[in-house]
């Protein structure tokens, strides 16, 4: 009796051990959220095919990201409470919102050195326009595919970072739920 008690005790842990660590990863999960909404809310085009194909894979990325992580927060809180459960359908369309958000990610990654060799040319040569309204002009433009390659590449670490931590709660819930504990 002694064995079973402790041996209760120390699932109880264990399940109460993974229950926080989910609960800490989504309030740090929130602050991403918030951080990424944030830069995407300061996104804006140059006009530029390149320099906009790569913001725009960014942005795309970070509103699956921003999504993804709303919706499984959703579904753990599903998952622990006494109201209708996630079905398996939802953890499969959930999955594929995932792979979704790997390849805009991607899609981001393989434009960054272009758009950001783009930004960078312009940049140049706006400096070296010597009648002072094309200069103005190249020089805004200039400025504003330099803003696009800087969300890129403060948003790209955090999209990453937060697709990480998604799978890594997605993992846990998974091998808790095949064990057959409760959440």
Partial sequence: ???????????????????AQISNDIKISKERVEKLQSLCDGYKKTGNPNIDGYGDAVRDAAVLAIANSVQLEDMYNRQISEAAKPTIDEWVTFANGLAKEGECIKKATDKVKAAGEEAKTMSENA??????????KAAKQAKT???VVSFGNEATPIIIEESAAQAKVVKEIIDALKSGKEL
């Avoid at 064995?3 to 993974?18: D, E, G």
């Avoid at 400096?127 to 103005?136: Q, T």
């Fill in 1 to 19: 009796m002694k064995k079973l008690f402790v041996l209760a005790l120390a699932m109880f842990a264990i399940v109460s051990t993974a229950n």
């Fill in 127 to 136: 400096s070296k326009e010597k009648n002072p309204m094309k200069a103005g």
């Fill in 145 to 147: 595919a330099a803003a």
